[in-house]
């Protein structure tokens, strides 16, 4: 390696002085285009000192692709289920709400079993090679639901895509963080999410079609874009350089900043994978005081993700619509709601490493609570006062109130989640402590799906989204109080936070302020890359 490196400094000593470089012919060729020189096909690329962020976009692109399809997934069960529902001659099952229920929840159930793969899938095959897995499975997968000749194989159907779910929600976000420059990453982190909107629109979209099939079909078509896009991006130089393939990890770099001048990220990087393969741990190493703050931050934000109640609005948003006997079209109405949340997403992803994690996750809860509370007196004056001309009146109020949950949530609480997990927690316990944190959240997601219309029949539709509302002012507390804030700070700075001798939470705006000191700080985002 030593021998590499000082061939490649002479390489680079030759093109600062504008000397012609000559092929080494000791080194193998790459499988990738010559940065800073034509290719083939006459495009010129760029090979000055600050590179191009064109590739390592493009690459986001290929990953988050697998986010889009995970989207379709998620969203299926809404535009379907109803259809589903609906006699043998009209394509459908005579379908009860309780076979619905599991329609919905065997996906999440099936994303337990799909985290693990994933990571499996990643130790073995590598980041690209598990996305192209998890590509193969999802294609095989959705096949099963487009010719299903009966509700038993949408049953398998649904908990095959579970499992690529599953793939998909590890694999594709790991291979964003490690091909994403610093200051970049909380903007393509964000992506991850943006993408996931995308797919629950397109299922929305085409399930105006009036055939379950069709929007099975749709997916399909989205799964060979991914593949496609897949076969012009390079494994993650994290991953080969845990394999120890040196010179592969290098092009990867060179192609990903569109420039040979990688040298310092490539030794920081080197460094960290060399550091984290001498780091284990187990369970117990997650009940130490400096672990077990970020992992209980990190839990309770998946359970406020999964107890807002936004996967039983999406899964079940056309019924609810449905229910709610307004006059407008519930297809349409579900179409304004994945509107909203596409908007929003890309609005968070815009002030993500602006505004900070804290404010987002704040504002995010006030207005899901709001909007999830009026949308349950909406059903409660609906079901008990009997009075058909307020009704009437106020009937908008369901997609308005909808529309409102799902900003507030796209904005925070879906994103946020995910991007603190993989800043809270120390790098030898990230493994263990993000596939934990996953798992619960997978749990939430099928218990709440498979549950929501059992709470429905037993509260009412008024009682279920107060009860939604309920455990959202609790998270609100919880972040006000107890979520720090990780903008602008290096990994190592937020570890700092846990491992000081006072309670980190005494750092956090409101106990600062009852202390007289001012809020926490706000400093710029650090530019260099952490690894």
Not at 173 to 190: H, I
Not at 399 to 404: D, G, R
Request: proline share 4%; aromatic share 12%.
């Amino acid at each position: 390696m030593s021998d590499y490196r000082a061939r490649l400094q002479s390489k680079m000593d030759k093109e600062r002085e504008g000397g012609e470089e000559r092929e080494d012919p000791s080194l193998p060729p790459s499988p990738y285009a010559p940065i800073g020189t034509n290719d083939a096909d006459g495009r010129t690329g760029q090979g000055q000192e600050g590179g191009r962020e064109g590739p390592q976009f493009f690459a986001a692109f290929a990953a988050t692709m697998g986010n889009l399809v995970m989207g379709t997934c998620i969203g299926w069960s809404s535009p379907a289920g109803p259809l589903l529902a609906k006699t043998e001659q009209e394509d459908g099952f005579n379908l009860t709400d309780d076979q619905n229920s599991w329609v919905g929840c065997l996906m999440p159930a099936g994303a337990l079993l799909g985290g693990q793969v994933g990571g499996l899938l990643m130790t073995k095959l590598g980041r690209k090679g598990a996305m192209m897995t998890g590509a193969a499975m999802f294609a095989v997968s959705y096949l099963l639901l487009v010719v299903a000749p009966n509700v038993w194989v949408i049953y398998i159907g649904r908990f095959c895509t579970g499992v690529c779910t599953g793939v998909c929600s590890i694999v594709c976000p790991v291979y964003v963080a490690e091909t994403a420059t610093a200051s970049r990453r909380g903007f393509l982190g964000s992506c991850v999410q943006l993408m996931v909107t995308f797919g629950v629109m397109l299922v929305i979209v085409v399930g105006v079609s009036g055939s379950w099939r069709w929007i099975s079909i749709s997916c399909l078509l989205m799964i060979a874009v991914w593949i496609v896009a897949l076969l012009f991006v390079p494994e993650t130089p994290a991953y080969y350089l845990g394999q120890k393939k040196y010179r592969e990890a290098r092009e990867s770099l060179e192609w990903l900043r569109g420039t040979i001048h990688v040298e310092e990220e490539y030794e920081d990087i080197l460094k960290s994978v060399e550091e984290s393969a001498n780091l284990s741990a187990g369970i117990g190493d997650l009940f130490k005081s400096t672990n077990l703050a970020p992992f209980i931050i990190s839990l309770w934000l998946m359970l406020g993700q999964q107890f807002s109640g936004m996967n039983a609005v999406m899964f079940y948003c056309v019924s609810i619509f449905e229910q709610s006997g307004s006059s407008m079209n519930s297809n349409v109405e579900n179409i304004i709601i994945g509107a909203v949340q596409i908007v929003a997403t890309i609005f968070a992803a815009l002030v993500m490493d602006k505004a900070g994690r804290r404010i987002l996750l704040n504002f995010s809860s006030a207005l899901m609570v709001i909007s999830i509370a009026v949308l349950g007196a909406f059903f409660y004056i609906a079901d008990n006062l009997g009075d058909k001309d307020l009704a009437e009146k106020i009937e908008l109020v369901p997609v308005a109130s909808l529309s409102l949950f799902v900003f507030a949530f796209s904005i925070g609480f879906g994103p946020i989640p995910w991007l603190m997990m993989s800043e809270l927690f120390s790098p030898e316990v990230k493994s263990l402590a993000s596939s934990i944190s996953t798992t619960f959240n997978w749990t939430l997601a099928f218990l709440v799906t498979k549950f929501f219309t059992t709470m429905v029949a037993a509260v009412t539709e008024a009682g279920a989204f107060w009860i939604f509302g309920g455990f959202t002012i609790l998270t609100f507390l919880f972040c006000l109080f107890f979520v720090p804030e990780t903008k602008g700070k290096s990994l190592d700075e937020i570890q700092q936070l846990f491992r000081s001798d006072k309670p980190y939470f005494l750092n956090i705006g409101p106990w600062r302020i009852c202390k007289g000191e001012d809020s926490e700080d706000r400093r710029a985002i650090v530019q260099e890359e952490v690894y």
